[in-house]
């Protein structure tokens, strides 16, 4: 095996125009060249982001925008709604907000225009063109604990209708959190090696910065293994760290009794979001079926209620494509929602397996980002125009 220490790449990815950089990618694999993509990718994407807040707060020009940009309106994502703990390493901060910056949401929302309504209610207004006002759909994904106790207080307060979508297996403890897996592992090493591919990878992660990067390198890393290989050395790193998967998802995530109480609302719907999370396009199409259709008929029997909306796990065009959307339709999906950035347009209407969302991201938790986002125009840039993204 060759021995690669990954502290040797410039930091953060900043620069892939650096002479080291090219020297690492030109005798790397195939498979290490779709890493640095990802990595480099997202690191560039906080970059834009950030620039492209600045710049539109400058100039006002997402305001100029937004009558071509905003589309009908938007369907929001989240995840968890809790106190801010504050850890200096927190990879996953971007999937957790506070339960005063839900309600900063709403109030922004009213305040931009948007009417807040059920997922049903906005399906509706996309077939029909649209409304007077744009909607807004609030939609939380996996099915975590603090939706319950953090969230839902809130919600009922402005009376906002939402979708909560459930992970059968988080319901019951058995499938993993697989991304807090690698988080809690990384926080609680100090030095990691590990094989992929026939290239043992080796990480410092001694200090908060290290591990940072570490876990940003090691995430993409193994989003280009195959989905089982990615687990088992997330697994792996977890024994060596004698962290519990398990262990997480109970404590995270709600359990049937508390998503019957939480189902009871008249303001809740509960959604399908598979039986593990797993990335389906990286599956065989048995396996996506399978797990479609068999956490659609957990859950209603749950809950005793019809379960037709879908969000795709994980979400992204590498997790989630045209042949998952077709297979949607296909079992009778009315909807299934992706991590696709953009606003609807009267155009999803013919593509309601494959909607786009809104991410309310944990990075950025100031309504100033948001009321840019809210107008459209930051995705009309990052799509390059594009209304609709399903390829």
Known sequence: MVNRTLQRVPEKLK???DKNTLKFINRASHGDWIFWMGAGRAALKQQAIGAGFTLFRATG??????????????ILMFHHVRPW???????????????????????????????????DEGLARLQSGGSANPFAV?????GYRDNLLHALPVLKHYRAPFTLYVTTGFAEGTARLWWLELEQAVRGLPHIELA???????FDC??????????????????????EEMLQSIH?????????????????CMNWDEILEIAADPLCAIGVHTLTHSMLAHRRIDFARHELFESRRIIEAKTGKPAPHLAWPVGDPASAGPREFALARELGFASAVTTRPGMLFPAHAGHLTALPRLSVNGNWQDVRYLE??????????????????VA
Do not use: C
């Open 15 to 17: 620069d892939f125009s």
């Open 138 to 142: 609030l939609t939380f994904d996996d």
């Open 85 to 119: 703990a504050g850890p200096s390493f927190a990879p996953n901060r971007l999937l957790e907000i506070t339960p005063d910056y839900l309600a900063e949401v709403i109030e922004t929302l009213k305040r931009e225009g948007f009417d807040i309504v059920s997922l």
């Open 196 to 202: 992929l591919g026939g290239t043992n990878y080796i």
């Open 372 to 389: 840019v986002l809210l107008t459209g125009a930051p995705f009309a840039l990052w799509n390059r125009g594009r209304r609709v993204n």
């Open 236 to 252: 792996y790193l977890a024994q060596k760290a004698d962290i519990d998967g398990q262990a997480i998802t109970r404590s995270l």
């Open 206 to 227: 001694r200090t908060a910065q290290e591990k940072a990067d570490s876990f940003n390198r090691l995430y993409w890393l193994l989003r280009v293994q195959p989905e």
């Open 61 to 74: 020009a997402h305001r100029l925008a937004s009558r071509i940009t905003r589309g009908l309106g938007a």
